[in-house]
């Protein structure tokens, strides 16, 4: 990593950089909802939930929380000029560290079946691919506000 990249633990501030970030059409027409929930999960995750930094401007964001016996990766997202440059390893170490500080051992991603790019990322930093289960998601009925930013 460059040494004009830094790190550091997110705050509430860095929200609507980090959704800057997120240029998924997936994730667009979400992104209202997305901001209050990564206010929640940063609200009870504040030593899981890291950017990465060059020249002042966010160039990589990771969520991460627990619950209190796993550790959950919900998001890992690089800028693409900086895709190369061992943020995403960064980050990942990162949490990783944090995650064990908290006694947590094992920890969990969940990716789409399609997004090869993003598999060969996880099997090249030695996570194992779990064939033996599958997830089942079910949308419950939300009492947020809208995240205005």
Known sequence: MSPDIS???MTIRDIDACLALM???????LRHWIGMELWRLLSRNP??????QENAH???????GH?????????LEIAASCLRANVASSLLR????QLASLN??????????????????WLDQQWEKR????VFCTELPRRVKRWAS
């Open 7 to 9: 790190l550091r633990a």
């Open 23 to 29: 240029q998924n059409p997936k994730t667009e027409e």
């Open 47 to 52: 030593t899981l939930c890291w950017i990465a």
């Open 58 to 64: 966010v160039i990589g964001a990771v969520f991460c």
């Open 67 to 75: 619950d209190g016996w796993r550790g959950y990766l919900y998001h």
């Open 94 to 97: 990162k949490v990783k560290e």
């Open 104 to 121: 947590i051992h094992k920890m969990h991603v969940q990716i789409e079946q399609e997004d090869a790019a993003r598999s060969l990322f």
């Open 131 to 134: 064939e033996d289960i599958m």
